[in-house]
């Protein structure tokens, strides 16, 4: 019997580091595999992705920035929203007056956020960016209150949001804020009655400082819209209200502007897939 117990307990430690030292050996090179694996994944898709234009939402959902690829590809983006938020068909003779050179394209592998915004507009404006939009000397008669640089989006919020991404053409004269929420229409209008390079606001209150004639578009070469999507993903295209406001600011004031080759449109952030495919299957 003191024969057997003595046997029977190294059997017993050997069972026990025998899965022991299996487990450690097998999941070393398991682990590492893997982890290879997915970085070399993750890898090839941030690759294709900029290849493509396309970016992974953190929900999951695929979106695309559309301003980075063919500027035909925007315009029939931009046209098919038109005409579906204004229920209405544009004739033959209204889409003759678009082409390509109504959109702007942007540098792909580059995100579309506040940080990069001001990188974006300069190269959209080319060499002219300092004389355009940072320059404080006084203007011309009838050139007061009238921006280079239009930036349209949902809310006050957003709008103050970029309007830091474009500080660095706003040093040596002031940004106008073209929005409701703790600003008065008379002080905007005090605002523009001065040299004013770039504004950014909503779709209802520069309609209405331009209905005002205290907005000017004389020197406004780009209109940059604002694609980001609210929490409920809404974004200036869907938003109810403001979509309709947009829409007829577009049509009142700036088609004219766009069709005459005046100004030029930037889709500036992602744009759900969906969304975008929509305008290609019609």
Not at 105 to 112: D, I, P, S
Not at 237 to 253: A, G
């Amino acid at each position: 019997m003191g024969n057997g117990s003595e046997k029977s307990k190294p059997r017993k430690n050997k069972s026990k580091l025998k899965p022991h030292k299996s487990i450690k050996h097998k999941k070393k090179p398991r682990n590492l595999s893997l982890g290879a694996r997915a970085e070399e994944k993750k890898g090839k898709e941030k690759v294709s992705a900029k290849k493509a234009g396309k970016t992974n939402a953190g929900s999951g959902s695929d979106v695309s920035l559309v301003s980075a690829g063919p500027a035909d590809r925007q315009l029939r983006f931009f046209l098919h929203c038109f005409q579906t938020s204004t229920k209405s068909k544009l004739s033959p003779l209204e889409l003759e007056a678009y082409n390509e050179r109504c959109m702007v394209k942007l540098a792909e592998g580059v995100n579309q956020d506040v940080e990069n915004l001001s990188d974006h507009i300069k190269a959209a404006f080319g060499v002219t960016w300092k004389e355009e939009l940072c320059e404080g000397m006084e203007l011309e008669d009838g050139e007061a209150g009238s921006p280079a640089l239009l930036v349209i989006s949902t809310s006050a919020l957003r709008s103050l949001e970029l309007l830091r991404g474009l500080k660095p053409f706003t040093k040596d004269c002031r940004p106008a804020k073209l929005f409701a929420k703790h600003l008065k229409v008379e002080e905007q209008v005090t605002l523009l009655k001065a040299r004013v390079n770039v504004a950014a606001g909503t779709p209802s209150r520069i309609k209405k400082l331009i209905d005002m004639e205290a907005l000017s578009l004389t020197r406004l070469k780009l209109v940059v819209l604002d694609m980001q999507r609210d929490a409920k993903a809404f974004s200036l295209f869907t938003l109810p209200q403001v979509s309709t406001e947009f829409w007829d600011l577009y049509k009142s004031h700036l088609e004219e502007k766009v069709t005459g080759g005046d100004s030029r449109i930037c889709l500036y952030g992602t744009i759900p897939t969906k969304e975008v495919n929509k305008a290609f299957k019609e």
